[in-house]
């Protein structure tokens, strides 16, 4: 089949190889010139495990193009695929959708013969009837129709996910449309994947009552976390005790300084703006946003207990920039809150991420960057962890406690065990652990 997918972004890039792996052509457009021009050189804009070969291999076997030019490309498509960004906008949360419209006007103008329109992108309940209607008004004529196809995957597992998701969900009421989807998603027959047919506002719905369902799972177990640290429990021990309960699930139980990224806090905020609109505000969601964006300077408050109540004039070394480990990604990294709190009272930072510092540099102010963990704990007062990046995990401990100044350890992702680093003499904070 004749793929085009307008956006390459995340979802776009990722989707727009993968598509092309499962055997079908695919053509990702972006008005983003320099970066078609880096993607025709084989160059990733992102860091994402595994999508330099992906796009390597498709783009050598004559299935995956790049260019800045809709028009060959939508014209011959039998399914476009709207993968724009849907950033909050200011000031009320609720999602920007003016790309996602942009993207189907240049569609309306473009298409010929029966084409499906698919969003990919994360859009409010509603969004797919916006879009029938302004390429309807523009194109009396055309046959097509318009289907919602939300996407799951996560950063840092993004081929993984796509490749062999838990359910793929359609949105759609068309027969003709509903057999391309079919096709489209045929390779993922074989591992004999669930495919949710739905309407298209149904569909719409689960991507975000997905995200925000997993966004209050992690501030569930971050609040018990919280309970843990005042009563002598152990949140781990709590995540897996609830966690093998089928029900629960033990996946996104693992405390830490609150969730970031490009889709949570996004995400969360404008399910939180379409429930008050239609007069249903989700109160569990609502507190879930407050609850989170308090956690980061709570986190904050963290370190400076850990390191008796005053940063001033001390040196804290950072291990761990990014939102998570795997990417590049520093949207609404904890981080972002972190770093500049404890500048605020006083405190130099340095910091080190193996992915995470060319995004960082623009985004945080006055920190000193170091070049590998052990350059950045040299002679510092405390280290803390905020991501738990691999290469963080087995970290030589003497080496480091003879480069730290004091021995104080903040882990914020319970990375290390608390016994282990009481015995090799750190004065070790972790999150909801005795
Ligand atoms: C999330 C969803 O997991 C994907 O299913 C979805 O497709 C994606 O958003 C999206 O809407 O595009 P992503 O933002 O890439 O994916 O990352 P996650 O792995 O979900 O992590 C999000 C945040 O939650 C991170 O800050 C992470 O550190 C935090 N987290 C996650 C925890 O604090 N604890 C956990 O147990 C799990």
């Not at 390429?135 to 318009?146: E, G, L, N, S, T």
């Not at 989700?282 to 390191?307: F, G, P, W, Y």
């Not at 590998?372 to 990046?389: K, S």
Request: charged letters at 25%; proline letters at 5%.
């Amino acid at each position: 089949m004749r793929v085009t997918m307008i956006g390459t972004g995340y979802v776009g890039l990722v989707s727009g190889a993968c598509f092309a792996d499962f055997g079908h052509t695919v053509t990702c457009v972006d008005k983003d010139a320099a970066k078609i021009a880096r993607l025709q050189k084989g160059e990733i804009p992102i860091f994402e495990p595994g999508l330099d070969e992906l796009v390597k291999d498709n783009v050598e076997q004559g299935r995956l193009f790049f260019t800045t030019d809709p028009t060959q490309a939508i014209k011959q498509a039998d399914a476009v695929f709207i993968a724009v960004g849907t950033p909050s906008r200011r000031g009320d949360g609720h999602a920007d959708l003016s790309y996602v419209y942009g993207a189907a006007e240049e569609i309306a103008a473009l298409m010929e013969g029966y084409t499906v329109v698919v969003t990919k992108s994360t859009v409010p309940v509603g969004t797919g009837d916006e879009v029938e209607a302004i390429i309807k008004k523009k194109r009396p004529d055309a046959q097509f129709a318009v289907v919602s196809n939300p996407e799951f995957l996560r950063e840092g597992a993004a081929i993984n996910d796509f490749k062999r998701p838990d359910r793929v969900v359609v949105g759609t009421n068309d027969e003709r449309a509903h057999e391309v989807m079919r096709d489209l998603y045929r390779p993922l027959s074989l591992n004999e994947t669930p495919m949710i047919f739905t309407e298209r506002r149904t569909s719409e719905l689960i991507k975000y009552a997905a995200n925000a369902f997993l966004a209050m799972k992690i501030t569930f177990i971050n609040e018990i976390a919280d309970l843990c640290e005042e009563v002598g429990a152990n949140v781990q021990e709590v995540a897996k005790g609830i966690g093998l309960d089928n029900r629960i699930g033990r996946k996104f139980l693992n405390a830490g300084p609150g969730y970031g990224g490009s889709c949570f806090p996004k995400d969360t905020l404008a399910l939180m703006k379409t429930a008050r609109d239609y007069k249903a505000p989700i109160e569990l969601i609502e507190t879930t946003v407050r609850v989170n964006t308090a956690r980061k300077q709570k986190m904050a408050q963290k370190i400076v207990d850990a390191l008796d109540g005053n940063v001033a004039g001390k040196t804290i070394a950072v291990l761990g920039l990014t939102f998570k480990p795997n990417t590049d990604d520093m949207r609404d990294a904890p981080a972002l809150d972190i770093v500049p709190t404890l500048q605020a009272e006083g405190a130099k930072v340095r910091a080190f991420d193996p992915e995470g510092m060319t995004e960082a540099k623009h985004m945080l102010k006055d920190v000193q960057f170091a070049s590998g963990p052990y350059d950045c704990v040299q002679g510092a007062d405390a280290v803390v962890f905020i991501t738990e990046w691999d290469q963080f995990r087995a970290l030589d401990l003497d080496r480091l406690k003879d480069a730290l100044k004091t021995p104080v350890v903040i882990d914020l992702r319970n990375i290390y065990r608390p016994h282990e680093m009481a015995a090799k003499g750190f004065r070790y904070v972790s999150v909801g652990r005795p």
